[in-house]
Structures are given as C-alpha cells and as structure tokens.
C-alpha cells in the first residue's frame, strides 16, 4: 500500500524559507515521478512542480526560481525547497504520485504572513 | 498560458446521470493531453478517478467514466449517489507548457 505523508508546514514571514517533505513507503521515490500541489484556502488546485524519474524537474511560473524540488533516494523521501516565500504561497500543499499510483498525501499547511 | 475550463457547478439527482466537462483555451483536448480526473471533499486531499482519459484506479467506483466528448475531456457519472457530492478537478498535460488544473466542478447531489 503507497502512503505519502507530508510535513513542515508552518507560518512564516514573506522573503523567508520553508522546506516540505513527502515521506513515501510504498513506492520508491527515486524510479517515480512526483508532483507537489498546492490549494490557496478556498481556492482550486495549482500545479506546483514534478520531478521524473529521470531527474528532470519542472515548475509552475508562478514559483520558478524559488522553489526548487528535490528527493533523497536513501530517505525515499521527496523535497520542497521554497524560498523568499510571498503572502500569495499560502496553501495546503500536497504531495502526489502523480503520473503513477495517483495516491496523495494529506497535505500541509503554509501559511506566510507578517 | 493555457487556460482548462469546467462547469462551475451542476446538480444531479441520486441515481442520475451527469457529465463534467473539462475544455483548454488552446483548442480541442485530445488524449494527448492526459486527462486527469480528481475528486475532493471538504477538508481532505484530493482523490485521483481518472488518468489518462479513461483509465481508472483500483478505489475508482464504477459509476465513474472518463472519455473525450466532442472536442473535451468529459467524466459522467451514472447512478450519483449522496457520497459523490464533491468538487471534481481535471487536469491537462501541455507540451511546451506546464501541466494545468481547470478551476473546479462543485457536484450537489439532490
């Protein structure tokens, strides 16, 4: 059974730093490809970025050059980077095996705010 | 960018049918767009229902259907029940361009 659990959401201040992660079990990081998502409160789904298993990664504009998403095959655990962070990243984000097993994690919150 | 729209909402009776609808402003979505289908309750992650137009995952109920209709990407669902009343997202793959959510269909079953 894949489990995706995220965590290290929290509050922070705009132009500071966060970093998520998505622990797998499951399924292995590394030989899949992983998508973070996030949902501003109240609002749709946004795409976020992908990372194949290739190694190749991609970003949504909205955050390219801030975030950077990453994965550590010995954790088999994928990475959010997210830097000089703006009051419009404010979400839930998820973490998703997307394409793949299509299973998500249950999301976590980040909330930027002065 | 491209721009995925949806029914904003739409209502079905228990045990009707209803079809969602997901189209791109760039012009017909074709399989090549991978068509996703995802299903979200109040509070909770999304669900995926659908990947690539029609294929369904193991938890997928079988009253659950995707396809292309005309020049879009459609979910029907036939025989609603009370715990299909949900928010339903399609998401399309763009080559030269980043994948896209379209902006959400609030189901009402009653």
């Known amino acids: 059974e894949v489990q995706l659990v995220e965590s290290g959401g929290g509050l922070v201040q705009p132009g500071g730093s966060l970093r998520l992660s998505c622990a797998a079990s499951?399924?292995?990081?590394?030989?899949?490809?992983m998508t973070w998502v996030r949902q501003a409160p109240g609002k749709g789904l946004e795409w976020v970025s992908i990372i194949y298993g290739g190694g190749s990664t991609y970003y949504a504009d909205s955050v390219k050059g801030r975030f950077t998403i990453s994965r550590d095959n010995s954790k088999n655990t994928l990475y959010l980077q997210m830097n000089r962070l703006r009051v419009e990243d404010t979400a839930v984000y998820y973490c998703g095996n997307i394409p793949g097993s299509g299973n998500w994690g249950q999301g976590t919150l980040v909330t930027v705010s002065s | 960018q491209p721009v995925v729209t949806q029914e904003p909402s739409l209502t079905v009776s228990p045990g009707g049918t209803v079809t969602l609808t997901c189209g791109s402003s760039?012009?017909?979505?074709?399989?090549?767009?991978?068509p996703y289908w995802f299903q979200q309750k109040p509070g909770l992650a999304p669900r995926t229902l659908i990947y690539d137009t029609s294929n369904k995952h193991s938890w997928t109920p079988a009253r659950f259907s995707g396809s292309l209709l005309g020049d879009k990407a459609a979910l029907t669902l036939s025989g609603a029940q009370p715990e299909d009343e949900a928010e339903y997202y399609c998401l399309l793959s763009y080559s030269g361009a980043r994948p896209k959510f379209g902006g959400g269909t609030k189901l009402t079953v009653l």
């Open positions: 499951g399924l292995t990081v590394s030989s899949n490809q």
């Open positions: 760039t012009g017909a979505v074709t399989s090549g767009h991978f």
